[in-house]
């Protein structure tokens, strides 16, 4: 057989797969060059039906590929696929804010674990609402005010109390973070905090962490994917998710609100629960749409919970991490707090004007140390949007390169080393920088920040002033490497309180 035979041989037996090849080819093409819509850059190496997700694994969250793909397309914004979902990655400060705060980008995803976020971290009419109660029942509550600091104070000293009978031996300060934030949400939310050994508290406190540092992840991820829902198994741990979360309500969220709908006076709200059933009683003849219903409830408490202990417990446990690395930084930390308030007083949030140093030691570990790299809910146009000579359809995802902005050399000097001075001033005195950004900013941004922000300082400086933070003899120096879950902690550590 000649060589022309095996070509029209060839070709007329896989004629079907070419034309079929060649027709979406052009097709695509075509809609390519007609398209009304224009991206950034894309990232390369996209695969069909997962998009860029191979980015995020046990080892990374994308931060630093997608940093080095913005340098190489040289480029501020590139756009990855989240599974059939495109999404802008912002590396700089300017585009993040700018986009953050935009109408246009107010929206969330719809469908991705919908089942899971449905109290205040969700979108449209029912996060409005939700967001503007909790809000309103927050502020009533103290959140910010006078109310709340002595409520953490009040934990404070329960915590420093503990650490008294742990004196000098090893532990490892997860459990013990994840509680300390825990129970001042427990405060605000019940009216009442939980005894560190209360077996039902140690359960929810497992629970969650089981969810953020392994099983939200997953979940997110392979809610991107189209079908991973039906695959055998729970490969995705949307199941292991949704039974923690399910627990976590039976454990302790519904008996505390049955326990409420009994002492419920309308004259007397004192926690967030009862300032919900108040909500409750007074939409029940409402003929407009509205979410204040016992579910409901359930879903905002554990937000609550999770997004209120997760952020305050990992940083923590950031912050020891980088007094052990850094013996001077602490050792300087706690003459400024001995000096300024002694060894008694408890700290409050009048004396963070007496310590510089110590404040400015916090912001370097929230700008070293990030727990959400990508910096947290993915922003969503809800409409056609012009964003930066791009246009964008609607259901285009906006996410920020907070890692990126945090160590832009062009911004920060030796962004790499650990330097509480960049933070002080020419008159000594702390210097806030808004390049700093550990929570979101815009609409979206974190409800609790205000009170997340009172607890590290609180709490830091409370065991900082009792306590000297040291490694169990012999022991290694633990990695700052973090452990990638839905927010990036360290790796499991030993530590002595003395």
């Known amino acids: 057989m000649g060589l022309t035979s095996i070509i029209v041989e060839t070709v007329s037996t896989n004629i079907t797969p070419v034309l079929v090849f060649s027709v979406i080819f052009t097709l695509f093409w075509r809609y390519q060059q007609t398209s009304p819509y224009k991206y950034p850059p ?119 109390k503990y650490l008294d009978e742990y004196l000098g031996k090893p532990m490892n300060p997860t459990m013990m973070t994840n509680t300390v934030s825990s129970n001042i949400i427990c405060a605000m939310v019940f009216g009442h905090r939980f005894d560190y050994s209360d077996l039902s508290f140690k359960r929810m406190m497992f629970l969650m962490n089981e969810n953020f540092t392994k099983n939200m992840r997953k979940a997110i991820l392979g809610s991107f994917i189209p079908g991973t829902k039906f695959i055998p198994g729970d490969f995705f741990c949307f199941k292991k998710l949704a039974d923690n979360i399910e627990e976590i309500k039976g454990t302790i969220l519904r008996p505390e609100y049955e326990e409420h709908l009994k002492t419920y006076d309308p004259n007397n709200i004192g926690d967030f629960i009862h300032a919900f059933i108040r909500e409750q009683i007074s939409h029940e003849n409402s003929t407009e749409e509205h979410w204040f219903n016992s579910q409901q409830l359930m879903w905002n408490m554990d937000d609550l919970f999770s997004a209120g202990t997760e952020t305050t417990a990992t940083t923590l446990r950031w912050a020891f991490l980088c007094m052990i690395h850094h013996p001077k930084v602490q050792k300087r930390v706690r003459a400024e707090i001995l000096e300024a308030i002694g060894a008694e007083r408890l ?86 920088d808004d390049h700093v950004m550990p929570f979101s900013v815009g609409k979206h941004s974190c409800l609790g920040e205000s009170l997340a922000r009172m607890e590290l300082f609180l709490i830091f400086v409370s065991i900082l002033q009792k306590f000297s933070i040291q490694l169990p003899e012999g022991s290694p120096v633990p990695s700052m490497e973090g452990n990638k879950g839905l927010s990036v902690g360290p790796l499991p550590y030993e530590v002595c309180f003395i």
């Open 42 to 160: 894309m990232l390369p190496w996209k695969l069909p039906f997962i998009g860029h997700l191979t980015f995020f694994n046990a080892k990374s969250t994308g931060e630093h590929e997608f940093w080095e793909a913005s340098k190489s397309m040289d480029s501020p914004i590139i756009t990855v696929h989240l599974g059939r979902l495109p999404i802008l990655i912002l590396h700089s400060y300017e585009d993040v804010k700018e986009c953050f705060s935009n109408e246009d980008f107010m929206g969330r995803i719809k469908d991705v674990l919908k089942d899971v976020f449905n109290g205040l971290l969700r979108d449209g009419p029912q996060w409005k609402e939700q967001r503007r109660f909790a809000l309103h029942a927050l502020r009533d509550l103290g959140l910010g005010k006078n109310r709340m600091e002595h409520q953490i104070q009040d934990e404070c000293r329960h915590l420093t």
């Open 347 to 432: 700290p409050s949030m009048h004396d963070k004007k007496l310590l510089s140093y110590t404040e400015a030691t916090i912001n370097e570990i929230q700008r070293m140390c990030l727990i959400t790299p990508l910096g947290g809910p993915i922003h969503v146009t809800e409409h056609t949007t012009q964003f930066k000579g791009y246009v964008l359809p609607a259901g285009t995802g906006a996410m920020a390169n907070v890692y990126a902005i945090h160590h832009d050399p062009e911004y920060w000097d030796e962004p790499f080393k650990f330097k509480p001075e960049r933070f002080i001033g020419p008159n000594g005195n702390f210097q806030k």
